[in-house]
C-alpha cells in the first residue's frame, strides 16, 4: 500500500491514525501542498480532485478519508473504530461528523487559499475565521461529552473509536490557529489520552518524514 498524503493535513492525519490503529502497514509518499504537488498532472492523474490523502492498494486507487477509514473497517475489523450497538455507532459517528463534516471543510487548504487570495485576508483574519468554526464544533462536540456519563477516556467508551481518529487532528489545527482550548476540558482529556497511545504518537504531523 502507499498512502499519499502531506505530514500537516488533517484528513491525512486521521487516516494515519486509523491505519496504525489497524495496524496497516503503509509506505509513505509525501505530497507538498505547499508547493502544489497535489495540483500536479502526475498526482490528478491518481487523484482528480487533487486531494490528499489517497490509498494505493492493489492497484486500484483510494481518495476521500471517510470511504478509506470505513474500506479499514470493514477489510479490518480488528480492533474496531466503531462500537457494537446501532445506537452507540450512530454516536460516535455524529461525533466524527461534527469534526469531518461541519468544521474541517469550511478551514482547509482551499478555503482558507481563496480566503487569502480573493479576499485579501491575513494571517490574523485567517486565524479568526478557523477560532469561529472550530469553537462553534467544539462548543457542541464538549456538550456532547458531558451528557454522556459513562463516556470513559476518550470520546466513547475506554478505547479510540472514529470520533477520536477524527478529534485529535482537528485538536492539532486549533493550536495550530490558536484557539483556547481552555473552555475545552473534556476534549483536552480526550486528546490527552490519545496523545499516550502509540498509535496517535506515530501518526502526529511532527512525527511525519515530510514534517518542516
Known amino acids: 500500500m502507499k498512502l499519499h498524503n502531506f505530514f500537516r493535513s ?6 494515519r491514525i486509523a491505519l ?4 496497516v502497514a503503509v509506505d509513505y509518499v509525501p505530497v507538498d501542498l505547499r508547493s502544489e504537488q497535489h495540483l500536479s498532472p502526475a498526482f490528478k492523474a491518481l487523484n482528480p480532485q487533487g486531494l490528499v490523502p489517497a490509498l494505493e492498494v492493489d492497484g486500484r486507487v483510494m481518495i476521500q ?3 478509506i477509514i470505513e474500506w479499514l473497517e470493514e477489510t479490518h475489523p480488528t480492533p474496531p473504530l466503531l462500537p457494537a450497538g446501532a445506537a452507540d455507532r450512530a454516536r460516535v459517528r455524529a461525533l466524527a461528523a461534527i469534526v469531518g463534516c461541519d468544521i474541517h471543510p469550511v478551514n482547509n ?3 482558507l487559499e481563496a480566503l487569502r487570495h480573493d479576499f485579501s485576508a491575513d494571517a490574523a483574519a485567517i486565524d479568526r475565521w478557523c477560532q469561529r468554526w472550530i469553537a462553534a464544533g467544539f462548543d457542541a462536540y464538549e456538550a456532547l461529552l458531558a451528557a454522556d456519563a459513562g463516556r470513559g477516556r476518550f ?4 478505547t479510540p473509536t472514529l470520533a477520536d481518529v477524527y478529534l485529535v487532528p482537528q485538536v492539532e489545527s486549533a493550536r495550530r490557529f490558536k484557539l483556547d482550548l481552555a473552555p475545552y476540558p473534556l476534549i483536552r482529556a480526550v ?4 496523545a499516550r ?3 496517535f504518537q506515530r501518526a502526529a504531523p511532527a512525527a511525519q518524514p515530510d514534517a518542516a
Open 10 to 15: 488533517g484528513t491525512s492525519h486521521r487516516l
Open 20 to 23: 496504525n490503529l489497524k495496524g
Open 65 to 67: 478519508s471517510p470511504a
Open 109 to 111: 487548504r482551499r478555503i
Open 155 to 158: 470520546s466513547f467508551g475506554d
Open 191 to 194: 486528546d490527552d489520552a490519545c
Open 197 to 199: 497511545i502509540e498509535a
